[in-house]
T-cell receptor
């Protein structure tokens, strides 16, 4: 099993450009999450999904959109990138609830110039 | 929303000594209390968790204790080793919420 994978690993954007980050899991997990990690700020939840076709906002959703069309995939979109979105993005998944272990992907380092 | 604070933000210990990290939270409805470890350049990984019906849980050299009345829980690492050097995050959550709220992290350095 590959676990949780993220594509791409690194990306550099110019202000105003758009991009999509892909998260995939092969563990048949129901819950999926997108976090951003900035120095000294811990992990902050952007959006999450409790099942295929459902999404919800987390702590810092502004400037991001998500979709969960397939159970195994969770996409994070930036429509018009801003320098404040420079960060490391982690995707995670858990089996059936918030009480289950979250398994994290390797992260995507995004720089917006 | 949940307000989570971790103390200390950095901690240096000699190899073989014990380390304790404390996490305070604000939501009295929280009933799940995990700790995650993140090594430099790696992804976070769960190391231990506890539910609110249990006061303490041990797994070899690590333990978590919970004081629900005071709304704090702590990570204890005994006989520290260099490989324990990492950033540790608490992430309380549970009833009434689908999400966990991560603290800002504690950087633990174990000096050989």
């Amino acid at each position: 099993n590959a676990g949780v994978t993220q594509t791409p690993k690194f990306r550099v954007l110019k202000t105003g450009q758009s991009m999509t980050l892909l998260c995939a899991q092969d563990m048949n997990h129901e819950y999926m999450y997108w976090y951003r990690q900035d120095p000294g700020m811990g992990l902050r939840l952007i959006h999450y999904s409790v099942g295929e076709g459902t999404t919800a906002k987390g702590e810092v959703p502004d400037g991001y959109n998500v979709s969960r069309l397939k159970k195994q995939n969770f996409l994070l979109g930036l429509e018009s990138a801003a320098p404040s979105q420079t960060s490391v993005y982690f995707c995670a998944s858990s089996l059936t609830s918030q009480y289950n272990e979250q398994f994290f992907g390797p992260g995507t380092r995004l720089t917006v110039l | 929303g949940e307000n989570v604070e971790q103390h200390p933000s950095t901690l240096s210990v000699q190899e073989g000594d014990s380390a304790v990290i404390k996490c305070t939270y604000s939501d009295s409805a929280s009933n799940y209390f995990p700790w995650y470890k993140q090594e430099l350049g790696k992804r976070p990984q769960l190391i231990i968790d506890i539910r609110s019906n249990v006061g303490e849980k041990k797994d070899q050299r690590i333990a978590v204790t919970l004081n629900k009345t005071a709304k704090h829980f702590s990570l204890h690492i005994t006989e520290t080793q260099p490989e324990d050097s990492a950033v540790y995050f608490c992430a309380p959550g549970g009833a009434g919420s689908y999400q966990l709220t991560f603290g800002k992290g504690t950087k633990l350095s174990v000096i050989p």
